[in-house]
């Protein structure tokens, strides 16, 4: 979908380094939410926003933190990426019906 | 504790018949549900959703049943045809409060036979 756009697609990085992900959407929505894609566990919620500054914590949090200093920038950042945090990760808004639209996704490796 | 089970991690249909994919819940405050498609490299994207004041939603060839009784509703594909093969998730949330927390299934990949 046109738009929310992820960046970067794809990313390898090193076992504790700090890595950061974005999602950019323009379509003005108020919530914004992440999630990541593993094998056998289907798209897991890690944070979400519901405005500017307003975060919360979704089932798989632990090592991660977000911010959304604008409606339309949410960062999800692996604060010490480890092996385990190896996935595919989404970002998604949730529009006027009661769906998500999610973006394309970006692949990480911890290597 | 898996909230949302997909039983059925793969299905095969011949082209022209009926795809019936399955979804099982526990939580009985899940109150609106959507099905999600997803082609390799992309995004989930929306296919059809029911809320739980009706039993069935139809779009098309892609009718989703629910029953509440049974927490469990179905996604029919009919006639299943052979871009329809990908891995489609199923997906709860409750809807009380204005952000939906959708929990989704592990996921069903369904190939479609030519």
């Known amino acids: 979908d046109a738009g929310i756009t992820q960046s970067p697609r794809h990313k390898v990085t090193e076992t504790g380094t700090p890595v950061t992900l974005r999602c950019h959407q323009t379509?003005?929505?108020?919530?914004m939410y992440w999630y990541r894609q593993d094998p056998g566990h289907g798209l897991r919620l890690i944070h979400y926003?519901?405005?500017?500054?307003?975060?919360d914590k979704g089932e798989v949090s632990d090592g991660y933190s977000v911010s959304r200093s604008k409606t339309e920038d949410f960062l999800l950042t692996l604060e010490s990426a480890t092996s385990s945090q190896t996935s595919v990760y989404f970002c998604?808004?949730?529009?006027?019906?009661?769906?998500?639209?999610f973006g394309s996704g970006t692949r990480l490796t911890v290597v | 504790d898996q909230q949302v089970k997909q039983n059925s991690p793969s299905l095969s249909v011949q082209e022209g018949r009926i795809s019936i994919l399955n979804c099982d819940y526990t939580?009985?405050?899940?109150?609106?549900f959507l099905w999600y498609k997803k082609y390799p490299a992309e995004g989930p994207t929306f296919l059809i959703s029911?809320?739980?004041?009706?039993d069935k939603n139809e779009d098309g060839r892609f009718t989703v049943f629910l029953n509440k009784s049974a927490k469990h509703l179905s996604l029919h594909i009919v006639p299943s045809q052979p871009g329809d093969s990908a891995v489609y998730f199923c997906?709860?949330?409750?809807?009380?409060?204005?952000?939906?927390?959708?929990?989704f299934g592990t996921g069903t990949r369904l190939k479609v036979l030519a």
């Open positions: 998604a808004t949730q529009g006027f019906n009661y769906g998500y639209t």
């Open positions: 379509e003005n929505h108020r919530y």
């Open positions: 926003s519901y405005g500017v500054k307003d975060t």
């Open positions: 939580n009985s405050m899940f109150d609106y």
């Open positions: 029911i809320s739980s004041i009706k």
């Open positions: 997906a709860a949330s409750t809807t009380t409060s204005g952000t939906y927390k959708y929990i």
